[in-house]
């Protein structure tokens, strides 16, 4: 069966730290790759997402994830958090062709100020 | 734009009563799903309609959850008897529709249920 491993549960950092966040995936075929986020108090939203081309991609407020096809992979990245990162993280995976989306237990990161 | 709008915010029941949670997608959106998070996990794909046919219901335990989009429009989801175990939060999510397996999905606030 098709999954998510987010292998970082909870990280704490202080600011100005680099962040990378693990998501792996179990799916030999074709991938669409999705990072959420979820503020305290506000609702899930995209963060970035892939689908083809170049493997490193760009999202909101700094953040990149690469895809490495040969590791099943799809890390999360900023090069230095902000205290506003606080946030939990979720790596979701749409196995293509189908209309199965499948997300990962999440990462709860914590920046001090 | 308004978000995905949902309701209720919260709910208490006990174990076998019955529960139904309702969602507003953002206006215009086909593509309209419905996820449950149980607390410290992602959420999990319970149905996903375009406009009011159901694309996929695999996960939906459908021997106590049913749901339904009439007109395409408003979704509500329903549990019926409830049990401990659906203790979650009930997400709603809409997007366009255009490509199903690469769009952005918008999500609510959450329904979140509590079963005694």
């Known amino acids: 069966a098709q999954s998510v491993s987010q292998h970082n549960h909870h990280v704490i950092l202080s600011e100005a730290a680099s962040l990378e966040l693990g998501c792996n995936y179990s799916y030999g075929g074709t991938v669409n790759l999705f990072w959420y986020v979820q503020y305290p108090g506000q609702h899930l939203q995209l963060l970035l997402k892939y689908f083809s081309g170049d493997p490193l991609v760009k999202g909101i407020k700094g953040f990149e994830a690469e895809f490495i096809k040969s590791k099943f992979s799809f890390n999360l990245r900023k090069p230095s958090v902000q205290w506003s990162d606080t946030a939990e993280y979720f790596c979701?995976?749409?196995?293509?062709?189908?209309?199965?989306?499948?997300f990962g237990t999440g990462t709860r990161l914590k920046v001090l100020a | 734009e308004a978000g995905v709008a949902q309701s209720p915010r919260y709910k208490i029941i006990e174990k076998r009563q019955s529960v139904a949670f309702w969602c507003n997608p953002i206006?215009?959106?086909?593509?309209l799903y419905w996820y449950q998070q149980i607390l410290g996990q992602g959420p999990k794909l319970l149905i996903q309609?375009?406009?009011?046919?159901?694309?996929?219901d695999s996960q939906l335990p459908k021997d106590r959850f049913s749901a339904e989009r009439l007109k395409g429009v408003d979704s509500t989801l329903k549990i019926q008897p409830a049990k401990l175990e659906d203790s979650a939060v009930y997400l709603c999510?809409?997007?366009?529709?255009?490509?199903?397996?690469?769009?952005?999905?918008?999500f609510g606030p959450g329904t979140r249920l509590l079963v005694l």
């Open positions: 206006s215009g959106h086909a593509t």
């Open positions: 979701a995976v749409n196995a293509g062709g189908t209309y199965k989306y499948i």
């Open positions: 309609f375009q406009n009011n046919g159901v694309v996929d």
């Open positions: 999510a809409s997007s366009r529709g255009g490509d199903r397996y690469q769009e952005t999905q918008y």
